[in-house]
């Protein structure tokens, strides 16, 4: 993939989160890492996703050179930075503040398995990342700790990371960690929920 077509692929997948009110105002960002040429393509920081376009997107290295772009990047790619560089198998990420979800990240408790979709896409739960103070290298930390065997976590009092191979799979777990939180918070309202057991994670598992 060219870099052209890398500034295109994150525009497209940032005006659909954007569609889809994974992001709102100009909140969220994504992105994704050519590890051959050591460079990320990042959403800018403060463009609004109605009007935003590939040219828009930033070029940068790991350690925050700007090697193409005319705005600054995402004030949190330092976290997208932390995550390339500690999880090789990650090439794209996706930071929402999708409602449902953050509110757990509020409440600062994870999302318990409770669905079969979860252990599938996601690994199982989707646990919480310790607070760090946004912008800095420390949310890319804490969240590093919490993607062990997880296709995304929760970020303590901020919002939702979901990762992936491509964009495509990172956005498709940040749906499944929007929806699983959707309708665990609807459970709760009904009475106490009931999780899946370690027996049927396994099963779910070895299929």
């Known amino acids: 993939m060219t870099i052209q077509e890398m500034r295109e692929t994150v525009c497209g997948w940032s005006r659909q989160c954007y569609a889809e009110r994974l992001f709102a105002g100009t909140s969220g960002n994504l992105s994704i890492y050519d590890r ?10 403060s463009v609004a996703y109605e009007t935003i376009a590939p040219e828009d997107m930033v070029v940068l290295r790991l350690d925050g050179e700007v090697l193409e772009g005319h705005y600054r990047p995402s004030s949190e790619w330092r976290m997208h930075a ?17 409602p449902y979800a953050t509110a757990f990240a509020v409440n600062n408790r994870n999302i318990p398995v409770i669905l079969i979709e ?5 690994g199982g ?14 949310v890319g930390a804490e969240a590093v700790k919490a993607l062990e065997d997880r296709g995304g976590c929760l970020l303590a009092n901020h919002g939702v990371l979901a990762v992936g191979a491509s964009l495509e799979q990172a956005h498709l777990r ?23 057991s370690a027996e049927q994670i396994a099963a779910m598992k070895n299929i």
């Open 125 to 138: 739960d989707v646990p919480l990342a310790g607070y760090a103070t946004p912008g800095t290298q420390a």
């Open 118 to 122: 979860m252990v599938a896409f996601l």
């Open 82 to 98: 932390a995550v390339y560089g500690a999880k090789p198998e990650v090439s794209a990420l996706i930071h929402t503040h999708s």
């Open 36 to 45: 051959e040429r050591e460079a990320m393509v990042i959403t800018p920081t």
């Open 174 to 196: 940040a749906v499944y960690i929007e929806d699983a939180a959707k309708i665990c918070s609807i459970a709760m309202g009904n009475g106490p929920i009931v999780t899946m």
